[in-house]
């Protein structure tokens, strides 16, 4: 599933998209104690796999933005691509007429890291990121120095990469060489469990690489858990948009395995998954782990075994799957398990939609259309079934298909 986009024909669609300002990117050392990066290179994003129905060249939702289209919702283009920010007067006694507004959104990862100020809110310390370089440290100190317990709060959309490095069927549409690679935090084994709180804030990671052929829990986070329900992970109100994660196994648009911990109010949209037992946000789910109200529309690929919508293998033991949709496309062999939410029964008043070339394990969910999901009654459905979320749809943003309110 790709974001929100317009088809540019012929001649003209190939000018536009040549057009299209250079965009930045670094490289990476492919090590997991390690996270500085070669320098930047410039190069423009173009590839011909963005290309179908003969002679049409698609427009991906940041690159309509930089195009200039008007629409979508106002300041959108500005939290979340840096690009159509408005002006505003300074005051209304200011001899000056007006400033630049601030971009909701940080520049792509340079590859360093920088240590991020703190916060105390309700009574827990914080680290505030509003930097790629800042989540770097930060994933630092959790991953190699660590401090499992670290709390985090997003305060600006970040970019790890580019946008538009990959497409919906796993094509990075830039030179690998370019992209920083992420470790996922904690890494990607069980030597460590990351059992703080991220708290997303209502804002999105974008960018996010990881090829780790080798790992055995790949994700923005490895592992999220601990080895008691008091003392365990908690992700909420993030977003995982445009990236490329690859593992060995237990793979993960947001959390390779999650051992007790619980996620809330996420969502993976326009990601490439793949691995054994993959799914949209969680790869692999043991020791009552909860997640509560999410979406996926990547797409989700596992070669040997178990794919997903939302959790790729759940354990008998594991928690709940509540309150949930997919409307990403599943990729499993004909001898493992294609699941539209789950790989096993386990889910409650989860959705998926249907595909054309395979039937989707149900395993508890409900198989809709996507066209009724792309619809006000859809947001109507869930917000009938929820407990604190807010459902809404704009057809311009995530292809009309329903999405949070603090994503307006």
Not at 175 to 187: H, K, Q, V
Not at 227 to 247: A, H
Request: hydrophobic content about 35%.
């Amino acid at each position: 599933m790709r974001s929100p986009r317009i088809k540019w024909t012929g001649f003209v669609g190939a000018f536009a998209l040549v057009g299209m300002s250079l965009l930045s990117a670094c490289g990476d050392n492919n090590s997991s104690s390690s996270i500085t990066q070669p320098q930047v290179n410039e190069k423009v994003t173009e590839s011909s796999s963005s290309v179908d129905e003969g002679s049409s060249v698609i427009v991906s939702e940041a690159d309509e933005c930089r195009l200039g289209s008007k629409k979508f919702p106002e300041n959108y283009c500005c939290q979340y691509y840096g690009v159509q920010c408005t002006t505003t007067p300074k005051s209304s006694s200011s001899v000056e007429s007006s400033s630049s507004v601030a971009s909701d959104v940080s520049a792509v990862w340079t590859g360093k890291m920088e240590m991020p100020k703190t916060q105390t809110i309700d009574g827990k310390s914080y680290m505030i990121i509003e930097t790629a370089e800042e989540l770097a440290y930060f994933a630092d100190q959790v991953t190699n120095k660590g401090n499992e317990r670290l709390n985090a709060r997003l305060v600006k959309n970040i970019r790890l990469n580019v946008d538009n490095m990959v497409d919906e069927n796993g094509n990075l549409l830039v030179d690998a060489l370019t992209l920083n690679e992420w470790t996922p935090i904690g890494g990607g084994t069980n030597a460590v469990m990351y059992k703080g709180t991220f708290d997303g804030n209502g804002h999105r990671i974008s960018g996010i690489y990881v090829n780790k052929p080798s790992f055995q829990r790949a994700g923005f986070i490895g592992t999220l858990g601990g080895t008691t329900t008091s003392d365990s992970g908690f992700v909420k109100k993030l977003g995982i948009v445009n990236s490329y994660i690859v593992g060995n196994e237990q793979v993960g648009g947001i959390v390779g395995r999650e051992n007790r911990g619980q996620i809330d109010r996420v969502f993976n949209r326009g990601s490439y998954v793949k691995g054994k037992y993959a799914g949209g946000i969680v790869g692999y789910q043991v020791n009552g782990g909860r997640i509560i109200a999410a979406y996926n529309t990547g797409t989700i690929v596992s070669p040997t075994t178990r794919a997903a919508g939302i959790v790729g293998m759940k354990e008998s033991n594991a928690g709940v799957l509540l309150r949930s949709y997919n409307v990403g496309f599943i990729i499993a062999p004909s001898s493992g398990v294609a699941a539209g939410i789950s790989t096993n029964n386990s889910s409650k008043n989860c959705f998926y939609a249907a595909q054309s070339d395979k039937e989707l394990k149900a395993n508890g969910a409900t198989e809709k259309s996507k066209n009724f999901m792309a619809t006000n009654e859809f947001v109507s459905t869930l917000n009938g079934l929820a407990d604190g979320e807010r459902w809404t749809r704009n057809d311009n943003i995530n292809n009309g298909f329903p999405i949070f309110d603090w994503e307006l």
